[in-house]
């Protein structure tokens, strides 16, 4: 199984171009998240999906969109890519929001430059 | 929203000894779960442990166990008989709102 996979792995942008981080899940999943990762900071919680068509912002959303046109994907926009959205970004899934035990699945992360 | 906070940035610990990494958290729900994920070197995140708040033990999974303390709040990850391949960053999040903490970096030293 494919899992959660992230394309691309790696990408460098310039500031206040725009960009989409795709991510694709195969195992059903209802629920889909974006996260960064920046040293000292853990993971944040960009914007998550709770199914199609339902979306939300998490604790850093501003400089992103996302949209769930189908369970599968789950892409991220980037508008006009700033040097502070440098980061390494995960897309994660898991089955359920909310229930017990669902542990999260992972992407492999991309790695975002923003010069 | 739920707070979770590693108060470790780095930790070291010999190889074959047991570690404890530190996880606190902040929530009125009177029911709730915490993860315990490992990042090695390459990135991956890996899920290790799961601890929910009505479980009636502590979680255990291999050498991974968790120190849970309801009243004080704490999910402790103890990994006992610690490997080389035990270094990595370690991360502790909710289960409701899917929050992480900052982290900590492991290091075992051979």
């Known amino acids: 199984n494919a899992g959660v996979t992230q394309t691309p792995k790696f990408q460098v942008l310039k500031t206040g171009q725009s960009m989409t981080l795709q991510c694709a899940q195969d195992m059903n999943h209802e629920y889909m998240s974006w996260y960064r990762q920046d040293p000292g900071m853990g993971l944040r919680l960009i914007h998550y999906s709770v199914g199609a068509g339902i979306t939300d912002q998490g604790e850093v959303p501003n400089g992103y969109n996302v949209s769930r046109s189908t369970t599968e994907d789950f892409p991220l926009r980037l508008l006009s890519a700033a040097p502070s959205q440098t980061s390494v970004y995960f897309c994660?899934?898991?089955?359920?929001?909310?229930?017990?035990?669902?542990?999260?699945?992972f992407g492999s992360g991309t790695q975002l430059s923003v010069l | 929203a739920q707070k979770i906070t590693q108060t470790q940035p780095g930790m070291f610990v010999q190889e074959k000894e047991a570690v404890t990494l530190d996880c606190t958290y902040d929530?009125?729900?009177?029911?709730?779960?915490l993860f315990w994920y490992k990042q090695p070197s390459s990135g991956e995140m890996i899920f290790l442990i799961y601890q929910g708040s009505y479980d009636q033990q502590n979680a255990t999974e291999g050498r991974y166990s968790l120190n849970f303390q309801k009243a004080r709040k704490s999910a402790n990850l103890v990994i006992s008989a610690s490997q080389l391949g035990d270094s990595a960053m370690y991360f502790c999040a909710m289960e409701d709102d899917m929050r992480f903490g900052a982290g900590t970096r492991l290091t075992v030293k051979p």
């Open positions: 929530t009125s729900d009177p029911s709730y779960g």
């Open positions: 994660a899934s898991s089955y359920l929001p909310g229930a017990t035990n669902e542990k999260l699945f």
